[in-house]
C-alpha cells in the first residue's frame, strides 16, 4: 500500500527544490556579469555587441575633410604676390620632312640577319606544338621589333609577322600587299626550318612624314 507524504517529507522536498532554483539563478546571474564585464570595462555600461554600425556617417566625414583640404589648399593659392609654378610647354616647329635623313633608312640586310638569329635563338631544337608555338609567336615577334627600334631609323614605324608550322615535307608559299611609298618603306623576310617546324618572319618599316 501506497501512504500519503508525511508533512515532514514535503517540507523537505519542497526545500531541496527551492535551493536547486536559487542556485540557478545565482549561476546564470554571475554567467551574466562575467559576459558584460568582458563586453565592458564598467559593469553598470554594458555594451550590446555584434550591432551593426552605418557606414553613411563615415563617408559623409571624409568627404567633409577632403573638400575642407581642397578649399584651403585653393586659398593658399589665391594669396596675392604667389605665383604658381608651371612648366613651359615647349613649341616644336614642322619639319616637312617627306624622306628620311641619309643612313637612317630601312635597312633591309641588318634586319634580314636579325630575325634570321633570332628564329634560330629561339626556335632551335623545339618540336612543334600549336599551343607552344602560340606562345613562341609572339616572343619572337616583341623581340624582334626590339632589336630592329635600336637601329637609327628616325621616324620609321616597325610592324612584324611571325608564321610558324609543322614541317611534313609540304610545299608552302606566302604573300602580301602593302600600300606605301616605294622610295621610303621597305620590308625584309626571313625564313627558318628544323625537322619539326618551319617558321617564317616578315618586317615592314613604314616612314612617317
Known sequence: MA???????????????????????????????????????????PVVSNRRRSTFKGIATSITSLLQIRRST??????????????????????????PDPGQTFQQNTIESIAKEVMQETLDDVKYNSSTCNRLVCDISQTIKNR??????????VVVHVFIGQHNDQSMQMASRCVWD??????????????????????YGVYFE
Not at 500519503?4 to 539563478?25: C, F, I, R, W, Y
Not at 593658399?76 to 624622306?99: A, C, D, V, W
Not at 630592329?148 to 614605324?157: C, G, I, Q, T
Request: glycine fraction near 2%; aromatic fraction near 6%.
Open 3 to 45: 501512504y500519503p507524504a508525511s508533512p515532514s517529507n514535503m517540507s523537505t522536498d519542497s526545500k531541496h527544490q527551492s535551493g536547486e532554483g536559487e542556485s540557478l539563478v545565482t549561476q546564470w546571474k554571475q554567467r551574466r556579469m562575467s559576459i558584460m564585464s568582458k563586453e565592458s570595462p564598467d559593469d553598470s555600461k
Open 74 to 99: 585653393k586659398a593658399r593659392l589665391s594669396i596675392p604676390g604667389t605665383e604658381e609654378f608651371k612648366t613651359p610647354k615647349q613649341k616644336m616647329e614642322n619639319t616637312y620632312k617627306m624622306h
Open 148 to 157: 630592329v627600334r635600336k637601329l637609327n631609323m628616325a621616324r620609321y614605324r
Open 182 to 203: 616605294a622610295s621610303t618603306d621597305n620590308f625584309c623576310t626571313a625564313t627558318y626550318k628544323n625537322d619539326s617546324l618551319v617558321a617564317v618572319a616578315s618586317v
